[in-house]
């Protein structure tokens, strides 16, 4: 019996008639015209250049990396150019707080010439990049940027470039003491302090913070937001001309000995643009917006309302073997198997035992709140988080079942469970002010009513016995349900491949991009849209967070956290069975897999994914013993 469920129609085994197995037999081709998914970064033009600027420690190398890997993963080109890694290739890695001292004039020049150097990189990379007629992408200049003087350099700069680049001062200010000494601590492992003692590089380190604090001048939006085009502001302008003299003088060129007709060809698009800034107080707690317009920073501000500092573990892992899975069947919605229920519970026991482990413990030694559950809504997702989910009285119960179906009743009477869920993402009080209009974040805030009314939350006791653990909370999204496959859905891979051989190339060709035919059917880059806004729920989260997820959404997850995977790549990433933990680092996130050997995983994933053991696997099924739905009822999905 096939049921229609989200416009698709599943099954555990689909329905056998003679005149289908002839169908395949004589390997007759239905399907239409592949389509395919357009990234808009390539069609819509915005160049933008981040100048972050703050004291060392406030987490700029941190949010510089997060925006790359943000921007990166939903298609628009973006790169890191940091100064500190410049002076590292040169030399100067490992020197000493004096360094850095502003009337060391010696090394000041140094500072600044590589700092120069680092920025005429970065816009030399957004060029090369776009065209003039159409492109986004997006630089980040990662350095300190602590005077007014390095800023008007910035600006002077970028007044030249043409076709224009939008600039950004990105500000993080940090007076949070406990946060300053974790970003110290976490600092120590950088390549200036390999080898030295943890106590003389923490004192060293802390110099070197005192010497930029003597100097340091915070953003002044009258100053550095005005126009490219207008003049120094009087006020300033001895000491800007005076670092453009010296400048003159270490042969550094700038606007002036450029040439008048270079800066004139220029200037006209640079007055369109003007210069805005953002200040992001307390690794997030407060921001404070000044003139940020345009489409790349729209996306950029969706980030930003989400991202913060605090130390947390997220675990990823496919859901367990189906039903579906033993007959070769790809997608429908059956339920797990007896190893898919076995994997569960080893699942359950790993993140247990990781939340008992002495690492986890904050400052005083008290271990972390049960981390919450992020699932689908499909019946593998829902079963994997009552596993996840249940008490030790609880769990033999469950397991004896083979299908275990949670109460769906959404909502109601659930608002204890909703107000701790709020708690789990909100952590401190956000404070948002815009100093000048600008454009909201595209994606709508993390844990909206809208996201939380297709939500099915499990009943949890606000107040567990005494004894006891507090229970999890589950959250069931529909965003987090496996890409759709459309009409094919519920097929097996002989059957995509005869029955619709055309759609089978082309996904192969381009998996990235194909869309699957019929109602529903999704690309990749439809499901990375898709995942966009709860991956920003999952960047505020304060707790820890399980993923329980089929192949495809595991495969998105770790391409944005992991960093550093092309988005071609993203569909051929190797998932295997385990358990995938990240951890938050100075840097980004630290990932460690973890192997689960008990019970078995899903092993469903699309054509064209080129893991030979997956295609062994299904071309071991006979068309002749599974067959396809019939035509008529494939007609219905049309």
Avoid at 119 to 125: I, M, Q, S, T, V
Avoid at 493 to 521: C, I, S, V, W
Avoid at 534 to 558: F, H, K, M, W, Y
Wanted: aromatic share 6%; hydrophobic share 35%.
């Amino acid at each position: 019996m096939l049921r229609k469920s989200s416009n698709t129609y599943h099954s555990g085994i689909n329905p056998a008639t003679e005149e289908l197995r002839s169908v395949v037999a004589r390997n007759v081709s239905i399907g239409v015209e592949p389509t395919y998914t357009t990234n808009s970064h390539t069609v819509l033009t915005d160049r933008v250049l981040i100048a972050m600027v703050g004291l060392p420690a406030r987490g700029k190398s941190y949010i510089s990396k997060a925006i790359v890997r943000y921007l990166q993963f939903i298609g628009c080109p973006a790169r890191l150019f940091n100064a500190g890694n410049k002076r590292r290739q040169e030399g100067a890695s490992g020197v000493g707080a004096g360094f850095f001292d502003a009337s060391n004039m010696d090394a000041k020049a140094q500072r600044e010439r590589m700092a120069m150097d680092t920025l005429d990189e970065a816009l030399e990379w957004i060029r090369g990049v776009t065209s003039p007629e159409a492109g986004c992408a997006c630089g980040i200049f990662d350095a300190t940027n602590t005077t007014i003087a390095r800023r008007e350099k910035v600006r002077q700069r970028l007044r030249r470039e043409h076709p224009p680049v939008r600039l950004i001062f990105l500000e993080l200010v940090c007076r949070d003491d406990a946060i300053l000494q974790d970003n110290y601590r976490m600092k120590l492992s950088n390549d200036d302090y390999k080898g030295t003692d943890p106590e003389a590089a923490l004192r060293d380190f802390q110099e070197r913070v005192r010497q930029y604090e003597r100097v340091y001048e915070p953003v002044d939006d009258a100053v550095d937001c005005r126009p490219l085009t207008e003049a120094p502001a009087e006020a300033k302008a001895a000491g800007v001309a005076a670092d453009v003299e010296a400048d003159v003088e270490a042969g550094v060129e700038t606007g002036v000995e450029a040439g008048v007709e270079a800066v004139a060809g220029a200037a006209a698009g640079a007055a369109a643009l003007l210069p805005g800034c953002i200040q992001m107080i307390d690794a997030g707690r407060k921001l404070i917006v000044t003139q940020c317009e345009g489409f790349v920073v729209n996306e950029l501000l969706s980030l930003l309302h989400s991202i913060h500092l605090g130390r947390r573990c997220i675990w990823i892992t496919l859901v367990g073997e189906t039903s579906n899975d033993l007959q070769g069947v790809l997608g429908g919605d059956s339920s797990l198997s007896t190893d898919g229920l076995e994997y569960a519970r080893a699942v359950r026991e790993h993140v247990l035992a990781r939340e008992r482990s002495d690492d986890l413990r904050d400052a005083a030694g008290q271990p972390p709140a049960p981390a919450m559950v992020l699932t689908g809504t499909l019946r593998r997702n829902v079963q994997m988080a009552e596993v996840i989910c249940a008490d030790e009285d609880e769990l033999p119960f469950i397991l004896r079942q083979k299908t275990s179906p949670l109460s769906r009743s959404g909502l109601g009477g659930s608002r204890e469970g909703l107000d701790r869920f709020g708690d789990h993402f909100r952590g401190p009080e956000r404070d948002t002010s815009t100093a000048s209009p600008s454009s909201p974040p595209r994606s709508p805030p993390p844990a909206s009513d809208a996201q939380l009314a297709a939500a099915s939350v499990v009943p949890s006791a606000t107040a567990p016995p005494a004894g006891r653990r507090r229970r999890r909370i589950s959250l069931q999204l529909h965003r987090l349900n496996e890409l759709c496959a459309g009409k094919l859905d519920s097929l097996t891979y002989e059957q995509m491949r005869q029955l619709y051989a055309a759609e089978y190339q082309a996904r192969e060709t381009d998996k990235l991009n194909y869309r699957y035919p019929g109602p529903g059917g999704e690309s990749y880059m439809d499901l990375i849209l898709r995942l966009e806004s709860i991956i920003l729920s999952i960047e505020q989260t304060r707790g820890n967070v399980i993923i329980p997820c089929d192949r495809a959404v595991c495969r998105v997850l770790l391409c944005y956290f992991s960093g550093g995977v092309e988005l071609h790549k993203l569909p051929y990433l190797e998932v295997g069975p385990g358990v995938i933990e990240l951890r938050r680092s100075h840097s980004g996130f630290s990932t460690m897999h973890t192997p689960i050997s008990s019970g078995r995983t899903t092993r469903a994933a699309g054509p064209g994914t080129g893991g030979a053991a997956e295609l062994q696997w299904s071309n071991r099924l006979s068309s002749s013993s599974i067959p396809v739905p019939p035509p008529s009822l494939r007609t219905l999905n049309e």
